[in-house]
């Protein structure tokens, strides 16, 4: 059968697109349900046909799925931020870390067994909501002529009114209606993009987490003196440096620091690069701490690094996941104070720094010239003075850095985490040419990680451990991060004589992952994966690689292993004389 347009399907869900969409199926037809959540049965209307398949829009939910929540925003649906609030937390994990289960095997052409072997469960947050430390919100005019701020309907440049973005901190709403409120009263006009007129374009706002600080930038379309200093009442384009409007934002608790910034550009770049503080200082400070990934609920450990942030600043805007995200790149990396570490798209310096009071010396490469200048700033305040920091392209600082100075020490660690096209192809090569003993890929897509993980293996690099950590709850964005080693053909031989000489087990050079699989295999007519091997040999107490011992949380669904596979395993390790 073939669809049209308008046609109205009942259809099951039974999976989750890469935007977050529902996937059903009718008569073969693939239907794409945006809005439609893993496990309903809706009715959906067709809008677009393609040859095998069809976008679909949702219009009633005949059965709901167990995974189906009460979305806490009003807007979800409209506005194109969250993708997944109408799925349960708990299942937003498990598709993020599918999507990574799935680019590795997929695209880079992993075995499914090899990248279970190596994942570790995803690190999700606490709560997630009210995440994100730092939101953007657009001023315009709208029904009635009234100035609103809220959001963009999804690919549009329509403002749905909303001053509390459930993912934003409680005080934007406060800032936000105080700000419109006083805009109202005085007949300060709005920007409007299509003509380029009126003055106010938007409201940053970024709060500290750990300092409590708070800062508010309002972006404007004039000129400084010309918005500020007009001081007749009743003037469109009349914007206070008069104390009634400061003296209300200020009253605002954790209020540190009110700018604004000029941008007269008719563009989608928000901030110009003219800012001007009215009150208070320039910046705000917040502390990332260090925390300890492998007890249960991540402790912090007392240390810890404080940041500046300027309203320019790059700076991670879910500060709670960005502690453990460098608390884990930071246990990858496997320092021990002796170590030359490369950061690669270091941004502000932020993983350098986290990394620097482990190594013996750190060296960060960013494109963009004021991140380095913040870097080296940071580092200044934080007292740090073994991290030296370049502008420049990954692909080309650190391979001109050891061209012609071979007395240098080669990196020990690289630590990349590109955008998300990933690395450039000739970032990997001088990767591959230094050959550092551990790689830790930072990565914010799944798909290009993929890729350059392929060519780092392909490279004589192997995956040590694979973690999703979860940086942005109901979207459909998912940070990964990977630890790779530098592959040592004689590593076997190395292996049985270290093992020897101290008289461990000697398990682990007994019999391979290979050897024990195909002895079940034989013997029982089972099929065992890794995990399931490492699972057995971590319960008959052989010492294991740490990778597979810190496989999965308690709560994590991680395959367990049945008592028949376990029964066969056991059987294969006395078999190998490990136990
Ligand atoms: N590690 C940092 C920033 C990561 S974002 C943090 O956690 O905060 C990726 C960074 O890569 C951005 O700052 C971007 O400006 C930078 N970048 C993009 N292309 C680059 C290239 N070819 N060489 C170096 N840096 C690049």
Known sequence: MRFQKNDMIAVEIEDIGNDGEGIGKADGFTLFVKDAVVGDTVEARIVKVRKNYAYARLEKVIEPSPFRVEAKCAFHRQCG?????????????????????????????????YVDAHMESIVGMEEPFRYRNKAQYPVGTGKN?????????GRTHSIIANTDCWLGVEENKEILECILEYM????????????????VR??????????????????????????????????????????GFIDKLIRIKGMTS?????????????????????????????????????????????????????????????????????SLALEYAGLTGKETVWDLYCG?????????????????????????ADARENAGRNGIENAEFFV??????????????????????????PPRKGCDGACLEAMLKVRPERIVYVSCDPATLARDLRVLCDGGYGVERIRGVDMFGMTVHVESIVLLSKLHTKQNIEVELEMSELDLTAAESKATYEEIKQYVLD???????????????????????ENYNKLKKENAKQPNCTGEKEDAIKDALKHFQMI
Request: hydrophobic share 35%; charged share 25%; net charge neutral.
């Open 81 to 113: 931020g969250c993708q997944l609030q109408a799925l349960s937390y708990e299942k937003q994990l498990d598709f993020k870390e599918k999507k990574i289960r799935d680019s590795l095997i997929r695209i880079g052409g992993f075995e499914p067994e």
């Open 392 to 417: 420049g392209k990954a692909e080309e600082v650190m391979g001109d850095f050891y061209e012609g100075n071979e007395t240098e020490k080669k990196p020990d660690v690289i630590v990349v985490d």
């Open 145 to 153: 002529d009234m100035i609103v701020t809220g959001f963009y309907a």
């Open 523 to 545: 013997k029982y007519d089972l099929k065992v994966s890794n995990l399931n091997i490492a699972q057995i040999k971590t319960k008959c107490g052989i010492i294991e690689r």
């Open 184 to 199: 109202r009263e005085n007949h300060v006009s709005a920007y409007d993009e299509a003509s380029g007129t009126g003055l």
């Open 348 to 372: 502000i310096g932020t993983i350098s720094l986290f990394l620097a009071g482990s190594a013996r010396k750190v060296y960060g490469v960013e494109i963009v010239p004021q991140a380095i």
């Open 202 to 243: 938007h409201v940053l706002i970024r709060k500290g987490f750990a300092s409590g600080e708070i800062m508010v930038c309002l972006v404007i379309n004039k000129e400084m003196t010309h918005a500020l200093c007009a001081g007749e009442r009743g003037r469109k384009d009349y914007l206070p440096k008069q104390k």
């Open 258 to 326: 009110v700018s604004v910034s000029i941008n007269t550009e008719k563009t989608n770049v928000i901030l110009g690069k003219e800012i001007h503080t009215l009150w208070g200082r320039d910046t705000i400070s917040d502390t990332i701490h260090v925390r300890d990934m492998t007890q249960p609920g991540y402790p912090f450990t007392g240390k810890g690094l404080t940041f500046w942030i300027s309203p320019l600043s790059f700076y991670q805007v879910n500060p709670g996941q960005t502690e453990k995200l460098y």
